[in-house]
């Protein structure tokens, strides 16, 4: 009840820039359905740590658990690089994933992003790509035990775990044959499970519990695939993706890789769920190399926002119209630098969110 309370943590590098465009975009396609959003914004990151010592301090993870979402930007950047992996700035952001039981982190690559954008596969490999990644987000070789510590004979000694239970693989087997359902008539729904099952005992339990899941979902094709393979498959012949569903390591590479079928990183949106209350960020990090430059790509936050409408606020008017929007801006050959191609004029950050603007239609 009320005005929705959306938190933003725009964090470093260029989060700042990319947050306040989606905030815009949020407001106005919020004002558009008769809805106002309340906005508070703290910090995160590496900008936390200058501040507050801590990359996710108390009062930020306070007002995130408040919130009905959370819209986040990025964080880390060359200043704290030569921090302890617990201690930078990136720490704040898996603190709050697995705080707030963010286990699901879908990652769309909608086919009107993949058609306009400037990958280096040949148009024709491109056509009729519309995929997802759904990544685990809370377990994994993220959060398994980890060490590091000197040894007798001299040199160190340094391991991270692959570790995963039944349960944190049902729960999100089960999110990403749910959304397989939402996306495709019967007949054409696809799942692929990406593990190392060849090699991994880890991906032996992942196969075996996605196998079982499937067996509630006789609509959805199930097939298994080699992270290896996997990532050949999705640069040789994208289209024949539909979900793909992997642990939180292969899941964070293999986004990437998609990001490069639509030719930027900045592009890709992504949410996670499985909590109370949800986070949206895009798929990027904090670019330092076009941080506080105003060039970036907002599309990626903006799809992020329009992804808040869908799973956060259950207003999927919202969402259509500002996912439309970004694809009328494509179309119209808005490009930031990142898709402008050779002799094209690139518009910034503002420009960009302004071509995205002007294109809300209810
Ligand atoms: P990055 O995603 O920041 O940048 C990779 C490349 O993509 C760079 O060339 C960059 O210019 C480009 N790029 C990224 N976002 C863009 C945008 N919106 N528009 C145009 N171009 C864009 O990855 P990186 O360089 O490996 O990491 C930089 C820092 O960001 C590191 O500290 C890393 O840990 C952090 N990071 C944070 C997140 C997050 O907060 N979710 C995600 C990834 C990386
Ligand atoms: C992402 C990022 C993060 C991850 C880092 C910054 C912790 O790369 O969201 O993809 O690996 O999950
Ligand atoms: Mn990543």
Same mark, same amino acid.
């Given at each position: 009840?009320?005005?929705?309370?959306?938190?933003?943590?725009p964090?470093?590098?260029?989060?700042?820039?990319v !947050?306040?465009?989606a905030?815009?975009?949020?407001?106005?396609?919020?004002?558009?359905?008769?809805l106002?959003?309340?906005?508070?914004?703290?910090?995160?990151?590496?900008? @936390?740590?200058?501040?507050?010592?801590?990359?996710?301090?108390?009062?930020?993870?306070?007002?995130?658990?408040r919130a009905?979402?959370?819209?986040?930007? /990025?964080?880390?950047?060359? @200043?704290?690089d030569?921090?302890? *992996?617990?201690?930078?700035?990136?720490?704040g952001? &898996?603190?709050l994933?697995?705080?707030?039981?963010?286990?699901?982190? %879908?990652?769309?690559?909608?086919g009107?992003? @993949?058609a306009?954008?400037?990958s280096?596969?040949?148009?024709?490999?491109?056509?009729?790509?519309?995929?997802? !990644?759904?990544?685990?987000?809370?377990?994994?070789?993220?959060?398994?035990?980890?060490?590091?510590?000197?040894?007798?004979?001299?040199?160190?000694?340094?391991?991270?775990?692959?570790?995963?239970?039944?349960?944190?693989?049902?729960?999100?087997a089960? *999110?990403?044959f749910?959304?397989?359902?939402?996306?495709?008539?019967?007949?054409?729904r696809r799942?692929? $499970?990406?593990?190392?099952?060849? *090699?991994?005992?880890?991906s032996?339990?992942?196969?075996?519990? !996605?196998?079982?899941?499937a067996?509630?979902?006789?609509?959805?094709t199930? =097939?298994?695939?080699?992270?290896?393979?996997?990532?050949m498959?999705?640069?040789r012949?994208?289209?024949?993706?539909d979900?793909l569903?992997?642990?939180?390591?292969?899941?964070?590479? &293999? $986004?990437? =890789?998609?990001?490069?079928?639509?030719?930027?990183?900045? !592009? &890709?949106?992504?949410?996670?769920?499985?909590?109370?209350?949800?986070?949206?960020?895009p798929v990027?990090?904090? /670019?330092?190399?076009?941080?506080?430059?105003?060039?970036?790509?907002?599309?990626?936050?903006? &799809?992020?926002? @329009?992804?808040?409408?869908?799973?956060a606020?259950?207003?999927?008017?919202a969402?259509?119209? %500002?996912?439309?929007?970004?694809e009328?801006?494509?179309?119209?050959?808005?490009?930031?630098?990142?898709?402008?191609?050779?002799?094209e004029?690139?518009l /910034?950050? =503002?420009e960009?969110?302004?071509?995205?603007?002007?294109?809300l239609?209810?």
């Amino acid at each position: 009840a009320g005005e929705p309370a959306v938190l933003l943590l725009p964090g470093d590098g260029i989060g700042p820039e990319v !947050v306040e465009a989606a905030r815009r975009v949020l407001e106005a396609a919020a004002h558009a359905h008769g809805l106002r959003i309340r906005f508070d914004e703290v910090l995160i990151g590496g900008a @936390a740590i200058d501040q507050a010592g801590d990359p996710l301090p108390e009062a930020t993870l306070e007002k995130a658990r408040r919130a009905r979402a959370v819209l986040l930007g /990025a964080v880390g950047g060359p @200043a704290w690089d030569d921090l302890p *992996v617990d201690r930078r700035p990136e720490k704040g952001l &898996l603190r709050l994933r697995q705080a707030l039981g963010l286990f699901a982190n %879908i990652r769309p690559l909608p086919g009107f992003v @993949a058609a306009y954008g400037r990958s280096p596969l040949k148009p024709e490999l491109l056509r009729g790509v519309d995929l997802v !990644v759904v990544r685990e987000l809370t377990g994994g070789l993220y959060y398994g035990p980890r060490a590091r510590r000197a040894l007798e004979e001299g040199g160190e000694e340094a391991y991270d775990t692959l570790l995963y239970r039944t349960h944190e693989i049902e729960r999100v087997a089960r *999110v990403a044959f749910d959304l397989a359902r939402t996306r495709r008539p019967v007949g054409q729904r696809r799942v692929a $499970s990406i593990d190392k099952a060849n *090699v991994l005992t880890s991906s032996q339990l992942w196969r075996e519990t !996605v196998r079982r899941v499937a067996a509630d979902y006789p609509d959805v094709t199930l =097939e298994h695939l080699y992270v290896d393979n996997a990532a050949m498959q999705l640069v040789r012949d994208p289209g024949r993706f539909d979900v793909l569903l992997t642990g939180n390591l292969f899941g964070d590479i &293999l $986004s990437d =890789e998609a990001a490069a079928l639509a030719g930027s990183l900045g !592009v &890709l949106p992504s949410a996670s769920l499985g909590g109370p209350v949800p986070l949206f960020e895009p798929v990027h990090g904090s /670019a330092p190399d076009l941080a506080g430059r105003g060039v970036a790509n907002p599309v990626g936050t903006i &799809l992020s926002a @329009a992804l808040l409408f869908r799973y956060a606020l259950g207003h999927e008017a919202a969402a259509a119209m %500002i996912e439309r929007a970004v694809e009328q801006a494509l179309a119209d050959g808005a490009r930031t630098a990142d898709l402008a191609g050779e002799g094209e004029g690139a518009l /910034a950050t =503002e420009e960009m969110t302004a071509a995205i603007l002007e294109r809300l239609r209810v």
